[in-house]
């Protein structure tokens, strides 16, 4: 029989590895009264947040206002158990809301199967550890995709603040038919949607701008603080409420003079498999012609979902002193995804507004997200009715508010001064997502992958010496960089009139592969044709065994540099020994040194 270990260790083991699958586990057990007021003051202040903004959202997705409300709750849920950070919270956001207005075709079917779906594979991520995959997209591409999200999706909403109707989804169709049609502006719809815009915009001024109020102070001024910070905190909620009341005004006297939300279904949706198909009049749209239809987008949604939560988490974890694990934040929204398809959901990601209001209202725990999921899903049950004098105006100011910071136009001048190469990637994301999201986001990546691989195909050579040539690779050498360098080397040494020595520093490289072992082997008979001598120095462990195990003709490698240069025959400096003689090392010294990309 096999021996097994002892079982402390064995169920320390097992415990450790369901406390990593549930981190809930983690932080239960420790809660303490203290912190159950602190996470619902911030639950209560995320509800009263994510309630407009989801019936905004939906709005961009495309879908009943509905939608965005199934959306906002099973996230709360899921995420309080298994997710890694205590502030953020899941939930329908602006980008992930355009991303399925271009996936899912306005269509809730497609929205419900793409939730379904994109939670799939970011499980499936998330067990295989594929979370690195995130750092193949750029800070780059990630600016350019947001930066052009905040444009696309403000003016969308444009047409919702001057009350017109059938406008066309497309960027720049958009544009022309709004200008076109400008005379047909609604003044009502016009007069409260600036007016929203303008009461957000100076309560998130004045919530920036408020000090902190001290214990010392007297009870008066702490209680004014406190009004002032809740009122601007809660800015989206009170300014729907607002204008649901002038809108209630105007329909009791018989006029209405605003485009409403108009009537939401009341009550819970209900719990079913999300559909693996689609009726239509003329049949049906199988389950592999829906997924067709998605394409890309079944890439594009689960990688932004996690790109989006992973940078809202990292940043408020290293805030607040506390790290996350991309690979369980995987498991976390995959789940969610799956388990909200149920419940007609669409996909959900971390929301940045919501988290930081999170973070600031004291949250201890992800606890907070229960109190936020129990007032939606008191929304949806009782509050529905009163949904339907909300002026489209107004929940397009709020739209505006969240995305406009997300617009980001300090990074053309920090790209400028750090890297211009990089303005490349951004530019191309950044002006291809007006036409479409996707391939604004497929252009970015694929801009920064060949400037990733040039890179590696060229990389940066330092050359110098007289008597004796000194090839300074900067980087690791890998098989689409060897021709590089044989060409660069050959062509510095054989342009002398006397043959020289060459001394390949490798303190900077750390692997190298098949095709550069096959390519020095190459390269040291080619320089031994022309009685040019090629030695290694400052070899790394890990590559010395490459080449030795290769067991290349003519292979010499030195500790250093100097005692390559020693033992081919020349002083530092290139003073001419032998074996070349002193006119070579002249005539050599007329080579330019310098830094070959």
Known sequence: MWAR?????RRRCWLRAVRRRLPVLGWLPRYSPGWLQLDLIAGV???????PQALAYAEVAGLPPQYGLYSSFVGCFVYCFLGTAKDVTLGPTAIMSLLVSSYAFHDPVYAVLLTFLAGCIQLAMGLLHLGFLLDFISCPVIKGFTSAASITISFNQVKNILGLHGIPRQFFLQVYETLGRIGETRPGDAILGLACLAALAGLRVMKSRLPPAARTEPLATRASYLIVWTCA??????????AGLVAYCF?????????????????LPPCRLPPFSKAVPNGTVPFGTMVEDMGVGLAVVPLMGLLETVAIG???????????????????????????SFFSSYPVTGSFGRTAVNAQTGVCTPAGGLVTGALVLLSLAYLTS?????????????IISAVVPMFDAGIFRRLWRVKRLDLVPLCATFLFCFWEVQYGIVAGVLVSGILLLYSIARPPLKVSGQGTLLVQPGSSLHFPAIEHLRDVICSRALSAPSPRSVILDCQHISSIDYTVVVGLAELLQ??????????FCSLQDQVLRALLAADLEG?????????????????????????????????????????IQ
Not at 233 to 242: E, G, H, S
Not at 583 to 588: L, V
């Open 555 to 595: 292979f010499r490698h030195f500790p250093s540099w100097e005692e390559a240069e020693r033992c081919s025959g020349a002083e530092p400096g290139g003073s001419g020994a032998a074996p070349f003689d002193s006119t070579s090392t002249s005539e050599s010294s007329l080579l330019p040194t310098g830094l």
């Open 386 to 398: 009163l949904f339907y004098y909300i002026p489209k105006a107004a929940l397009a100011a709020v």
């Open 314 to 340: 990292k940043a408020f974890a290293s805030q607040n002193d506390y790290r996350i694990d991309p690979n369980q934040e995987l498991l976390a929204m995959g789940f969610a995804n799956v388990l909200g």
């Open 45 to 51: 202040t995320v509800g009263l947040t994510v309630v």
């Open 5 to 9: 270990g002892p079982p402390e260790p």
């Open 251 to 267: 329909q009791l006297r018989g006029s209405q003079p605003l485009t409403l939300t108009g009537s939401i279904p009341r009550g």
């Open 233 to 242: 905190t809660a800015r989206n909620a009170l300014v729907v409420l607002f």
């Open 526 to 535: 080619e320089l031994r044709k022309h009685g040019i001598s090629l030695a």
